[in-house]
């Protein structure tokens, strides 16, 4: 039985290991990619090579970067008494994508999830330490996901932090743009109605 | 404002390219595919590299291929007198995990849907004459999807390829494996039941 020839087996093979991505898909994926122009082909393969050369993470707030320190890092006019801390790189991306925080970021690398292996060992916790240690911060804000781990992600730096006496803030809960008072979960309407603010 | 670093932007475009992948997604693959080893970063550069060298279509049969003739029109044990047409590649790549199949194929490269611009001239129609014209053929499979584009398809290549009075078949319609007859839709279970067999 001839499925498919290797190169083609291989490709879906490496597809199929992204999230989210089974089989299936992959397959759909690969022959869809198989039908583009030579050259959008050959610019795929050159973008995927060179994120192996390019990317490295930045030394200073562990984001991902072409440089090091990175763009973010490497700006002087920031504020440096703000620092933001974050999960992810594409947290921080988010967060820069509003325009609203003028301050520097410390991406954890993950949150805190014993039971999949994720301890505080695992995360930049240590470099945090360090890092509020040397600087004086006039506020640090904590940017997780509003979920499980990501409020046990916050009050376990929050426990850490306390000793250095900074103002520790947290993103605002509450409604959504756009959501409706009748679908909203009892937690975040609950959060909304605890947090509400005068016009 | 700063988003991404402008590698990781690229190859979030490219990936954006393929099918059912927005951009939300595509960044979400980009930053898992970051977070994987080197190596495996590595090979799937390699992978999607080596594809655009060595994939071919076979001249015989219009599947894609890593060598010309492919390894089926190439293989000289197979039932010269029955010919399979599929729409893609994929198709008579399914087809060929069942086993049950032993003559050769003719990948037509779509189906026709004129409102998209797929009309005759743009499959392999031709070819496929050519074919059939030159072989002795006791039998030729239509193995398209039974859904409006596949049924247009077979229907003008029944119309085509009556003239050489050749047996034309055509996959079964039926109930799949596992079906529920309550929630069958009545097209379905009407062809199912025309086409009952004894047992």
Known sequence: ?????????????????????????????VFSFLKWPKADKQQFAK????????????SKCFNISEKDPCLICSDKTRD???????????????????????GYYHVLGGILDPLHGMTPDKLKTNELLAKVQENKLSEIILAF????????TMIYLNDILKPFKIKITRLARGMPVGADLEYTDEITLSNAFKNRREI
């Open 1 to 29: 039985m001839i499925k498919f020839p290797h190169s083609i087996q291989l490709l879906i093979e490496q597809f199929s290991k992204l999230p989210g991505i089974g089989p299936k898909t992959a397959e759909r994926l």
């Open 80 to 102: 440096s008494k703000l620092l933001c801390i974050t999960a992810e790189s594409h947290d921080l991306a988010a967060i820069e994508s509003t325009n609203e925080f003028k």
């Open 145 to 152: 996901n509003p979920d499980m781990e990501g409020e046990a």
């Open 47 to 58: 973008a995927l090579a060179d994120i192996n050369g390019n990317i490295t993470f930045c």
